[in-house]
T-cell receptor, first 112, second 110 residues
């Protein structure tokens, strides 16, 4: 059965810390892996990863994919209270008739 | 370009009532989906569509119907609301590179 597993489920750190969020997957016919940030509203898109070993970066956020070991990490450096959110990982299959599979998310809370 | 719009933002139903959640996108995306989000469950796919006239069931389709008569619209119908359908509902449309979510509908069934 296809699945996406995120860890940890929740994380509390102090402002300025660096955090690493994990996403592992078991999906047949992998196409891409997606990261989202969800605050109080709808999830907002962060990254799409399709190739192994190529880091995607946006400000203090970065992500990388390992297609051999079937996981991705999302790094946030110098965390700020505004980074507090649920971070969702999702995997998209090659066949567009198949559904996107979401993990349950990591709830990140940044203490001031 | 409004992206993905959903109405209503909030809704309270009584058990047994029916209603339709509206979703529209103006990006000409073929792929649209409905999700529900519950605490500890993440996002779960209800129904999805890969184009006008084509719909398919997701992970939790029971109690919901969809139709896709146009590329732009993808309404979700609750046939007979139940308290277990209390949730936040997100509509999404999908391009080759990313997925856009609507603002969500918070539904409470009493």
């Amino acid at each position: 059965e296809d699945k996406v597993v995120q860890s940890p489920l929740s994380l509390v750190v102090h402002e300025g810390d660096t955090v690493t969020l994990n996403c592992s997957y078991e999906v047949t016919n992998f196409r891409s892996l997606l990261w989202y940030k969800q605050e109080k509203k709808a999830p907002t898109f962060l990254f799409m990863l399709t190739s192994s070993g190529i880091e995607k970066k946006s400000g203090r956020l970065s992500s990388i994919l390992d297609k051999k070991e079937l996981f991705s990490i999302l790094n946030i450096t110098a965390t700020q209270t505004g980074d507090s959110a649920i971070y969702l990982c999702a995997v998209e299959p090659t066949n567009r008739d198949d559904k996107i599979i979401f993990g349950k998310g990591t709830r990140l809370h940044i203490l001031p | 370009n409004a992206g993905v719009t959903q109405t209503p933002k909030f809704q309270v139903l009584k058990t047994g009532q029916s209603m339709t959640l509206q979703c529209a996108q103006d990006m000409n995306h073929e792929y649209m989906s409905w999700y529900r989000q519950d605490p500890g469950m993440g996002l779960r796919l209800i129904h999805y569509s890969v184009g006008a006239g084509i719909t398919d069931q997701g992970e939790v389709p029971n109690g919901y119907n969809v139709s896709r008569s146009t590329t732009e619209d993808f309404p979700l119908r609750l046939l007979s609301a139940a308290p277990s359908q209390t949730s936040v509902y997100f509509c999404a449309s999908h391009s080759t590179y990313e997925q856009y979510f609507g603002p969500g509908t918070r539904l409470t069934v009493t």
